[in-house]
């Protein structure tokens, strides 16, 4: 079972990044997956995710700027961050758990990834 995030990088206030999920070894199709973010300091925290069905959550903070998506053929997930702030700088992960519901937030997420690094900064 792998889970790899991909897509961070170093990126100017109000511009955009793709993060990437790609997984294997597991039905992409039966899992809810999460998207989580960590910065230094703060304990992690979980800013989105999209059920199994395609139901999604975003945190409150996010609403309106970061969408997520999957793509169940490619056995891939994805977060499209747009209006990026120095306070999303973060090591962002995504997670997956073998879930038929269709309210995926504050799951016990099974299968981790190793995490991306977005950097906001001017």
């Known amino acids: 079972v792998q889970l790899q995030a991909s897509g961070g990088g170093l990126v100017q206030p109000g511009g955009s990044l793709r993060l990437s999920c790609a997984s294997s070894g597991f039905t992409f199709g039966y899992y809810a997956i999460g998207w989580f973010r960590q910065s230094p300091g703060k304990e992690r925290e979980q800013i989105s995710c999209?059920?199994?069905?395609?139901?999604?959550y975003y945190a409150d903070s996010l609403k309106g700027r970061f969408t997520i998506s999957r793509d169940n053929a490619k056995k891939s997930a994805y977060l499209q961050m747009n209006s990026l702030k120095p306070e999303d700088t973060a090591i962002y992960y995504c997670?997956?758990?073998?879930?038929?519901?269709?309210?995926?937030?504050?799951?016990?997420?099974?299968?981790w990834g190793q995490g991306t690094q977005v950097t906001v900064s001017s």
């Open positions: 997670a997956a758990k073998y879930y038929s519901g269709t309210s995926c937030q504050s799951l016990s997420y099974t299968y």
């Open positions: 999209v059920s199994s069905s395609g139901n999604t």
